[in-house]
Nanobody, 116 residues
């Protein structure tokens, strides 16, 4: 089982920035899929940005504002969020899947609130 621990959430004003971190309990070098999802109150959980075996996928709603990156030596994936908007308010979850047909592992989530 892959354990994931998110950190870096908080309260920020519109236009501000935050960087989220997701630390995995094992090497992420060969993990098939790893990245970020978010869930706002009353809404479904949506993909934000992920690494897959074929590259990087970023949601249209955050394209140009959010950047996903990884540090394999630290077994950590990051989400740099710039130009934050109130509609970015959500719980942000990290997800990992070892292989194409493997189970999904989720972190506990970190709250991001964008408000003046």
């Amino acid at each position: 089982q892959v354990q994931l621990v998110e950190s870096g959430g908080g309260l920020v004003q519109p236009g501000g920035s935050l960087r989220l971190s997701c630390a995995a309990s094992e090497s992420i070098f060969s993990i098939n899929t790893m990245g970020w999802y978010r869930q706002a109150p009353g809404k479904q959980r949506d993909m934000v940005a992920i690494f897959t075996s074929s590259g990087t996928t970023v949601a249209n709603s955050v394209e140009g504002r959010f950047t996903i990156s990884r540090d394999n030596a630290k077994n950590t994936v990051y989400l740099q969020m710039n130009s934050l908007k109130p509609e970015d308010t959500a719980i942000y979850y990290c997800k990992a899947r070892r292989s194409v047909y493997g189970p999904d592992y989720w972190g506990q989530g970190t709250q991001v609130t964008v408000s003046s």
